[in-house]
């Protein structure tokens, strides 16, 4: 390192500390944010020290689930990568990670309108890719233009990367091909191949419709989330890769999880994955892809994934006032429809339904557009809900949301407000528990649904209490 | 009595969460025992204009839309002239705003418009125009405003003579120079708010449902009010939102 390029670092290095001592949180981004100012080439400088090499994880929903369950994966093997783990995942929280954390490998979860400065920086070892869903318009653009950007960062990477790509995404299966459609070096792909999984219909918000390659409509045999699924151009012939990583035979169990069998190039492993959804099953099965490319044996892979914790707010549950309170972020059509096909699960165990918590802000990590939640099928939980409170700086017009999607209206109360919102959830949950008498009654439990700086003012709230850790610690 | 809405394009235009307009349309209608029917034209199928009294077209991406531009003036220009010709109300959002003028410039291509208002939409230096927004329309019973959320790339600029839907309050509009926004001919309503609009104006609905309803049974109908505790309750959301 040269002297002037140390002092920078040194210097960086110490505004993180100062901004965690002050308490006032965070500290996952102004270190890095100062170091980029100092140094714009900060990234390719630090990541060179990393010997083993990085490997960088995208996605529109799934990513910081992904890398965690591929840092459990590591960890499985007494390896310790550099690892933006809570989740700042702008070019600055990649460089504040490689600021604050020694170790051999790095494992980035990057954002998906970063991926390619990123990439370019640090050149990866090993890219996976997950899914591109419409989310945040406003912010990201089109998601077909940003899958040509992410076409040539592939091109950019092909020769020294290797990749793990969702077969079941046309957006993702078709990088792995290079402009005259042949396969590229290095990808191994992953998806579901069990039918019974299939959605009834195709979902509201569909997005990838049309050929990669030539633009005719794609026909669909099967989507399992979203416009995830198995899927062929009658044009060109263009069709979905054989995953050499594939959930074969899947089953569903509500919150707790779910079992699948999974196909490996090194054989078949039994996988327990204690979370939840469908959606799960899909980052499991990168990790277990990036877990092989990464040289771990499948059978380590799935013990690792056995014990997995949830990432920051994608699934967990806090006790608030004697209340279970699971928290789900939801940020998008496609993620929030998971979240509620796996609710409606859970509501058919419960004769009253469920009470929820639904957080909506419209910040710019949001999105400042909030139109998505007319995309999102809330039709589902139409007749599964005992009680909802709205929350979240655009409160009313999730409000709005459910009425048009039938939820009785009586049920359906607005406090814009994050603490008295939430305490005034968990207060209903907790006295209909006690109405309907123990032991026979059900446990009260509140689903709480916010958007991402929904989910960072409840965790903070919650932190203030003394009833969770702040994320940054 | 049956309000009767036309998607065009529903697979290809509707980015912006357009089906809440619709969803939002079916409910007020049913629960005012208004019959309510909905049917989609997608690319080469024709349109009947005698058959639907509400047609509705939202936004795309840009391949849909290159693609939507091309088969409207192919397959549907004549019909949808003769239904707003003769009454019928459409609602143009965002990308199918911009494809009712005589043309709408794509990156280098300029596609072809569908001719119904006199406007045309270019490429100019700078960011998208993005954000909440907030206009005043009069529709004839006074100025109301409509919130919503817009997010283009495209400027239209009206012609001589066309008449704007509103003027800006908050936010861009057609091009962030000239505070107006949209467009209005007859039944016809293009503009850039989205979010979806429908939802956030409960009042524009109702207005169009009965515009609809009386093409089709001669009289403009008394609607039924409805209890819009919480749509008023959006509404005053999303204004503020816009600052307004």
Known sequence: MSAGFATKVALARGIGAASRASGRGGGTTLPGRVLLRLAPDAIARLGDRLDGGATVVSATNGKTTTAGMIAAILAAEGRQPVHNRAGSNMTWGVATALLEQRGHEGLFEVDEAWLPRVSEQLHP???????????????????EALADDWART?????????FALNADDPLIADLGRNPEGRPREGVLYFGIDDPSQALPELQHAFDAKHCRRCGHPYEYERAFVGHLGHYSCPNCGAKRPRPDVAATAIELHGMEGSRSTIRTPEGEIELELPLPGLYNVYNALAAVAAGIRLGVAPKRIAAALAEMKAAFGRVETIEVGGVPVSILLIKNPAGANEVLRTLLLEAEDEGEGIDLWIALNDRIADGRDVSWIWDADFELLDSAVRR???????????????KYAGWPTDRIEVIPAIEPSLDAAVAAARDVASLMGAPMSRA????????????????????????????WR | MELRVLSLYPEQMNIYADRGN????????????????????????????????????????DRDQRMVAKDMVASKREALADATGDGAVLLAVCGGYQLLGHSYQLDEEKLPGLGL??????????????????????????????????????????GEGAVALGTVIEGKGNNGRDGREGVRHDNLIGTYLHGPLLPKNAWLADHLIALALERRYGTRPELEPLDDAFEDAAHASARAAAGA
């Open chain 1, 125 to 143: 070892r090993l890219v996976v890719l997950g899914n591109l869903f419409r989310d945040q318009l406003d912010r990201y653009g089109e998601m």
């Open chain 1, 154 to 162: 592939v091109a950019a990477c092909e020769g020294h990367s290797a």
């Open chain 1, 388 to 402: 909802v409170v709205c929350a979240g700086t655009r409160a009313p017009e999730m409000a709005l949301r459910l």
């Open chain 1, 444 to 471: 009260p439990r509140v689903f709480a649904l916010p958007t991402y700086t929904a989910l960072l003012e409840l965790r903070k709230l919650l932190a203030d209490r003394g009833l969770a850790k702040e994320f």
């Open chain 2, 22 to 61: 619709i969803v939002f349309l079916q409910r007020r209608c049913e629960w005012r025992g208004i019959d309510f029917s909905h049917a989609g034209a997608g690319p080469g199928e024709p349109v009947d204009p005698t058959a639907h009294d509400l047609f509705y077209i939202g936004g795309g991406q």
């Open chain 2, 117 to 158: 208002a006199e406007l045309e939409t270019v490429r100019e230096p700078g960011p998208r125009l993005i954000g909440n927004v907030a206009i005043e329309v009069d529709l004839g019973s006074g100025p109301r405003i409509l919130a919503g959320f817009e997010n283009h790339g495209g400027r239209t600029y009206l």
